[in-house]
């Protein structure tokens, strides 16, 4: 999901962001005043909304990235994807202010 959904869009529409290399890796450290200046994402969107917003509020630089090792994930099929895919680009797309349909 990180190369077919997050890095792209991120690089298309967040300068910086898209150097992430695995943006929904679903393991984030932050100030505690870092996560009350923002609202947090529901669902698959939380961990890019969270990066864009952080580095909104505070610039691409304040971030940084750690290499925990190797981890290993579970693949899945496609049609599983779909909706994960859905929850990314919804966030990253509010927040570049692109006006979508209410969600069901």
């Known amino acids: 999901m990180n190369e077919l959904a997050a890095r792209p869009i991120l690089s298309l529409l967040f300068p910086g962001l898209g150097e992430i290399r695995q943006p929904l890796a679903g393991e984030t450290a932050g100030r505690h005043s870092a ?3 923002i609202t947090l994402q529901a669902a698959y ?3 890019i909304a ?3 917003d952080i580095a909104r509020l505070y610039g ?3 971030l ?3 290499d925990l090792g190797i ?3 579970r ?3 496609l049609d599983e994807l779909r909706s994960m895919a859905v929850d990314v680009l919804h966030a990253a797309l ?3 202010a692109v006006q979508l349909p209410a969600r069901e």
Do not use: C
Request: proline letters at 4%.
């Open 35 to 37: 996560f009350e200046a």
């Open 45 to 47: 969107g939380v961990e």
């Open 50 to 52: 969270l990066l864009i």
């Open 60 to 62: 691409v630089h304040s």
């Open 64 to 66: 940084a990235q750690v």
């Open 71 to 73: 981890r290993r994930h």
């Open 75 to 77: 693949n899945r099929p």
């Open 94 to 96: 509010t927040r570049h």
